[in-house]
């Protein structure tokens, strides 16, 4: 299953996945692994860290943003 990390509780990362949200104990994530980080989440509820799109989502992200703003420079 894979899944995005929307946010931490507590001792758990709340992990939004197709089917909802899943909480994940943080000594189950990866190293490195932070709010917007996609994971592949197994049977034993341990995630791996899916790097690649991670990145991806993050330069998708980005270019929203940029768009966003270099938009509203013009509306001042």
Do not use: C, H, W, Y
């Not at 909802?20 to 995630?47: Q, T």
């Amino acid at each position: 299953m894979r899944g995005i990390i929307d946010r931490f509780e507590g001792g758990f990362a709340v992990v939004e996945t197709d089917g909802g949200f899943v909480n994940i104990p943080k000594e189950k994530l990866p190293a490195g692994a932070g709010e917007g980080s996609v994971l592949m989440i197994g049977a034993d509820s341990g995630a791996s860290l899916d790097k690649n799109a991670t990145a991806d989502r993050e330069k998708m992200i980005r270019g929203m943003m940029d768009q966003l703003f270099d938009r509203s420079k013009g509306n001042d």
